[in-house]
């Protein structure tokens, strides 16, 4: 990548890059609900307590399968073929220390220049 991250040419890609990590974002916290209902459900006592666990369990697990098979058929997990999800991850890795490594947040953020008028001139256009 460019170094200058604010040139357009930088941003191809991009968008499909987001979608794919909300997407696994998304599958390990629905992994992670799995879990955490399963662990409550084996330690609630109450009969209706334990139904809507049930019933949650089943939900979760639907909505893991339903995200795993969307990333499957836009091919952003590979779980059965792990080399291609190997470099899958490599490459995402690669973006991440990329990304860590911009200088996003430079120490002159004066906007001075910016605008058609300078602060003074639009004080005297609200009191017109």
């Not at 307590?49 to 795993?68: P, S």
């Not at 991440?96 to 058609?116: C, E, H, Q, V, Y």
């Amino acid at each position: 990548m460019n170094s200058d991250y604010l040139d357009p040419i930088n941003s191809l890609n991009m968008p499909e890059m987001a979608d794919m990590t909300f997407a696994m974002d998304f599958l390990l916290r629905a992994k992670e609900g799995v879990r955490n209902t399963a662990v409550a459900l084996t330690e609630t006592v109450s009969s209706d307590a334990r139904e809507l666990l049930k019933k949650q369990l089943k939900q979760g697990i639907a909505l893991h399968q339903e995200i795993t098979e969307l990333m499957i058929r836009k091919k952003w997990f590979h779980p059965y073929e792990l080399n291609e999800q190997y470099q899958l991850d490599q490459l995402s890795a690669k973006n991440t220390a990329m990304i860590a490594g911009m200088n996003l947040f430079p120490g002159d953020t004066s906007r001075k220049g910016m605008f058609d008028r300078t602060p003074d001139e639009h004080k005297g256009e609200s009191q017109a």
